[in-house]
C-alpha cells in the first residue's frame, strides 16, 4: 500500500479495483483518470499488471509533466494543464505513462528510444514526439538578452546565472558567435 500525492486513499500497486485517486481540483481528478484508463489499456495490450504511479501536479517551469522512474511517480504542470487540459489528456499523460511503462518493462533505457517509441505506437496508436508543442509563454521565467552577430538571444535566469558565475558560456547556434550581455 503506498499514499497518493493529493489522495484521501491508498490504492494497492498494481488493482483496478482499488486504484483511487482524489483530488479537490476537478481537472487534476480527470487527469488522473485518465491515468487510470491509459493503464488499463497498457495492461489488456500488453496483457500484465502494472504498479499504478503516485501523481503531483507541482511541477513548475515550461516541462508540462514529468516521469521519475524509480519513485513510480508522475508529476504534471498545473499551470499548463489549466490552459491545454485537452493536449494533456492525448499527448502528455500517455507520453509520461510510456517512461514508466518502458523503465518497468525493460529497465534503464534511452528516455525517448526504441522502447519507448514502440510503447507510444503499440499500446496507445500515437506519434513519438520527444516534446510537447504547447504554449509557455504563461510559465516563462524572467530572461536576460543576450547578442551575437544575429541579433538579439534571450536568456533563461539559470542559464544567465551561469555565465555570470562564469561557469559557462554560450554560442549562438547560427554563426556559432559567443553571446555578450546586452
Known amino acids: 500500500m503506498f499514499n497518493l500525492f493529493g489522495s484521501k486513499n491508498t490504492a494497492q500497486a498494481g488493482s483496478f479495483e482499488t486504484a483511487h485517486y482524489e483530488f ?3 481537472r487534476h481528478q ?6 487510470l484508463d491509459y ?12 504498479p499504478h504511479p503516485e501523481i ?7 516541462s508540462a509533466g514529468t516521469a521519475h522512474l524509480q519513485l513510480n511517480l508522475l508529476r504534471f504542470n498545473s499551470t499548463l494543464l489549466a490552459e491545454n487540459h485537452q493536449a494533456f489528456i492525448d499527448q502528455v499523460v500517455p507520453h509520461e505513462i510510456c517512461h514508466l511503462l518502458a523503465y518497468q518493462l525493460y529497465g534503464k533505457v534511452k528516455p525517448h528510444g526504441k522502447e519507448w517509441q514502440a510503447l507510444m505506437i503499440k499500446v ?3 506519434e513519438p514526439a520527444t516534446t510537447h508543442t504547447l504554449n509557455t509563454e504563461s510559465v516563462s521565467g524572467k530572461t536576460f538578452d543576450y547578442l551575437c552577430d544575429c541579433g538579439n538571444i534571450p536568456l533563461s535566469i539559470r542559464r544567465h546565472n551561469k555565465v555570470i558565475r562564469g561557469e559557462t558560456q554560450y554560442r549562438c547556434r547560427c554563426c556559432k558567435q559567443e553571446l555578450k550581455r546586452a
Open 39 to 50: 493503464y488499463r489499456q497498457a495492461e489488456t495490450h500488453l496483457k500484465r499488471t502494472f
Open 24 to 26: 479537490e481540483d476537478e
Open 56 to 62: 503531483s501536479f507541482k511541477l513548475r517551469g515550461k
Open 124 to 126: 496507445y496508436q500515437l
Open 30 to 35: 480527470q487527469i488522473a483518470e485518465q491515468v
